[in-house]
């Protein structure tokens, strides 16, 4: 068997330094010399992904393993609500490793790059470090100022300062009670090992610590000073051996062994750098500098997949070994984009990155920097131009680099002669370049816009006609926002995100299931005439004689264009329609408001949904109308929403109380214009703008939306007495709503312990919804409800969900999600446990 020389051994036998501790400290750390008038030694990590290349799932792995030991030592819910703050430059991919083990929590990470516009909410000193000046950017303000745990990220926890200068300047400005302090090494010396105990007892809070492994390191008497006199002398050996080209590698002669690297003026001709366009989502930041939250992770998980495909296209036919070289504070993205790779290539994937950090190179087995690039900074930095490091390249025989770089640093400094490129084609045949936007927050508005956009219409936005409806919508088809389901759940129950923050896969129907709607809308079609015109003529009779239709986007707006036909039909009325978003804890778009006032008399405007379930909507409408007209002073809106069918009594204007197959329920974007449910997001969504949604295109041979309007539209002259009669006899009923519907969920709700009503999904509808997009825990069923809840079955089959049948059920049937969600309720299969 091959001995293996621990990486530190040379400086060891050189200064005396002693590495004690952990069995896992001689694999975790090597040891190197560095330009450092405070600390000669360095550790150096062989699973940080910094100086030393390495897999990036053993990277992705150390960080996420010390999240959830820090999960487990919080508790669930404690861990809910913490937020992490990773280190620069070294700690910044290693902590937002950790935010992802801890599970939902939002990542910030201290930055030395100041940016135009961003408030600074704190501010540190890094005592040993080269560059030592840390500012804290988070585009929104209050991201520190919760009362939940702070976890601090660094790559190493030795002295203590900068931690305690963090907490000591945060505490002052948002005092908590609980601190975590997480390292991959915890390397106290014997007289620092209490001080962080000291430190909590004065502040009042408790400080946890959270490591890999444990040593410290014994430095001898005079270490500092020998330190310096060693890479005095071999610095000193190192210009009298190089070439005149300075910035090429630096190559160490030493008395033990002697290597050169050939000049760059004799070695063949490199090609440029090739550009990847990775199709970065737009609005996502490339890391933690300004914050991270967990729906921008959802988002990047959904969009790697495809970015990874492009750069593995990318790749040189054959190539073996590739290294994802990051930049300097930008360690995440490449981390991530690297891990990806690694699962779809069949070649060896290594990942580091460049640092500011100055060390010592010699080409040594005992030693933890081997070769060195040197080459300027690229990106522009506040402290003036100086030198870069990519440390264990040269000489590693990859056959390939991809470079990644945010777009700050993608200037011409990058592509000089002497920049990084040309120093990376020096030692590789391929060189690639994949540029991440560098995120910048929009600076708040300060005046409103006087004019709002237009609404958006088909065919360039949604597959209706254009006279059919008016989206006052932004268009976001560009923009990835799709993630697994089970992620989207996980995030949604423990307040990490929102659900409007991100959108369900659009479900594929099955030719089953096509085929179950086109007999469902077959044998339904003619009932939900009867029920649009009895809905239509009670709006004409009460509310206005011209109505302003706005449909709830998206379940609402079938249901809006055909009121809209039907009053054409039966009363000759070309009258106005228009979708908008309105978002559960969020409220309806207050910019489609203020368009619709200015638009409209407020006082015609009748809003427009399929059905109802709880009445969670209907009560959202009224608390946002409120505000909205306390806010603007703009009266006149009645939040009392016109539905096809009220199965809960939550309102007064509906053509039907029964709870029947609704077939546009069924399906999702196909049945309704193409169109995905809303978004609402502070990174795409501005202050004035409309809420966003896209627009399926690709889905076009699938789509049935004209299909539902014109089979159910083909039988309003069937229908046209019975509805109208229909409408004459509610006119002259007590409509007003019991909210029985409300009474029988919150029931649900305690009856199977789930304690929360959100989780509780009444009617055919909303149980459509929850086996299409969540992940179900159950059905419960009506005792003897018939073909309605074909498709119901069909579907809770599929996912492997239980049915089950109950007595007294107002509803046909209820939809249950799975209480407590985590990725451990679902098998590998992705169908719902049995509980």
Not at 296 to 312: F, G, N, T, Y
Not at 494 to 517: D, I, K, W
Request: one cysteine or more.
């Amino acid at each position: 068997m091959k001995n293996v020389v621990w990486t530190g051994t040379w400086v060891a036998e050189r200064l005396g330094v002693e590495l004690v501790g952990d069995e896992r400290l001689s694999d975790l750390l090597g040891l190197a010399l560095r330009r450092n008038p405070r600390r000669a030694h360095l550790l150096v990590s062989n699973v940080l992904g910094k100086h030393v290349p390495q897999s990036p799932s053993v990277v992705y792995g150390h960080g996420f393993a010390l999240g959830r030991r820090v999960r487990e030592l919080l508790g669930a819910e404690d861990a809910g609500a913490a937020v992490v703050l990773g280190y620069a430059e070294t700690a910044t991919g290693l902590g937002h490793c950790v935010a992802d083990g801890v599970g939902l929590a939002p990542y910030l990470h201290s930055t030395r790059r100041p940016v135009p516009g961003v408030d600074t909410a704190g501010g540190f000193e890094e005592s040993h470090s080269h560059a030592t000046s840390h500012l804290l950017l988070p585009e929104n303000p209050a991201l520190l100022a919760g009362a939940g745990p702070l976890v601090l990220v660094d790559d190493e926890f030795s002295t203590g300062n900068t931690v305690l200068n963090t907490i000591r300047d945060l505490h002052a400005r948002y005092p908590r009670d609980r601190y975590v302090v997480v390292a991959l090494v915890d390397m106290r010396s014997a007289a620092d090992l209490g001080r962080l105990a000291e430190f909590a007892t004065e502040i009042g809070a408790r400080v946890d610590l959270v490591t890999a492994a444990r040593g410290t390191v014994n430095l001898p008497e005079g270490v500092l000073e020998k330190g310096q006199a060693l890479v005095a002398e071999h610095e000193t050996t190192e210009a009298t051996g190089t070439t005149e080209n300075t910035r090429t590698t630096e190559n160490t002669k030493t008395a033990e062994n002697t290597k050169t690297t050939e000049p760059a003026d004799n070695r063949p001709g490199h090609p440029g750098a090739a550009r990847v366009e990775l199709g970065w989502p737009r609005g996502l930041p490339d890391g933690g500098r300004h914050g991270f939250t967990p729906g921008q992770r959802i988002r990047l998980d959904a969009a790697l997949p495809a970015m990874a495909a492009r750069v593995a296209e990318a790749l040189p036919e054959g190539a073996r070994r590739v290294l994802v070289l990051g930049f300097e504070e930008l360690m995440y993205a490449p981390l991530r984009l690297a891990r990806e790779l690694e699962q779809v290539v069949s070649a060896e994937v290594r990942y580091s990155t460049t640092t500011r950090s100055p060390v010592l190179a010699l080409d040594d087995p005992g030693y933890a920097i081997r070769t060195r690039l040197v080459f300027p900074a690229h990106d522009d930095p506040d402290d003036g131009p100086g030198e870069r490091y990519a440390y264990n390249v040269a000489g590693a025989g990859f056959d390939a680099v991809v470079a990644v770089v945010d777009s700050a640093a993608d200037t011409p400094a990058l592509h000089a002669p002497d920049g990084l490129l040309a120093q990376l084609a020096e030692h590789t045949p391929s060189v690639l370049l994949a540029v991440v936007p560098a995120y910048v927050p929009a600076r708040p508005s300060t005046e409103r816009p006087s004019m709002l956009p237009e609404p958006l219409r088909g065919p360039a936005f949604s597959s209706y006609a254009p006279d059919e409806v008016g989206w006052l919508l932004q268009d976001l088809s560009d923009v990835t926002l799709e993630a697994p389901t089970e992620e989207r759940e996980e995030a949604i129950q423990s307040g990490g995100a929102h659900y409007a923050e991100s959108l369900p896969v659009e479900y594929q129907p099955s030719p089953q299931y096509q085929e179950l709607f086109q007999t469902a809308l077959g044998t339904s079609a003619a009932r939900i005439a009867q029920a649009v015109g009895a809905v239509t003529e009670l709006v004409l009779a009460e509310r206005s004689p011209h109505p302003v239709l706005v449909s709830l986007a998206r379940a609402g707006t079938p249901v809006g264009v055909l009121m809209r036909r039907w009053a054409q039909h039966r009363h000759g009325l070309d009258l106005p329609h228009y979708a908008v978003s309105i978002v559960r804890g969020r409220g309806i778009d207050a910019n489609a408001l203020r368009w619709l006032a200015a638009h409209h008399d407020p006082a015609d405007v009748v809003f427009v949904d399929g059905w109802t379930g709880k009445g969670a909507i209907t009560r959202e409408l009224t608390e946002a109308i409120r505000e909205f007209e306390s806010a603007e002073g703009v009266t006149g809106f009645d939040p009392e929403i016109a539905v096809l069918a009220d199965p809960g009594s939550c309102v007064r204007t509906y053509g039907t109380r029964e709870d029947f197959l609704i077939p546009s329920a069924c399906l999702n974007s196909t049945v309704s214009g193409l169109i995905s449910r809303t978004v609402l997001r502070s990174d795409l969504v501005g202050e004035y703008d409309f809420h966003g949604a896209k627009f399926y295109r690709e889905l076009a041979g699938s789509d049935v939306s004209v299909d539902f309007l014109d089979a159910v539209a083909a039988h309003f002259p069937d229908v046209a007495d019975a509805a109208c009669a229909q409408a004459k006899e509610l006119l002259a009923t007590d409509r007003t709503p019991t909210w029985e519907g409300w009474a029988a969920v919150e029931r649900i709700s305690e009856e199977y312990e789930i304690h929360d009503v959100n989780l509780v999904k009444p009617g055919v509808g909303e149980t459509t919804r929850v086996l299409l997009r969540r992940v179900p825990w159950k059905i419960l069923a009506r005792a003897g409800a018939g073909t309605d809840l074909d498709h119901v079955r069909l579907l809770a089959q599929q996912r492997g969900v239980p049915v089950e049948e109950v007595d007294e059920l107002p509803y046909t049937c209820v939809g249950l999600i799975h209480p407590k969600y985590t990725r451990g309720a679902t098998g590998a299969d992705g169908k719902a446990v049995t509980v």
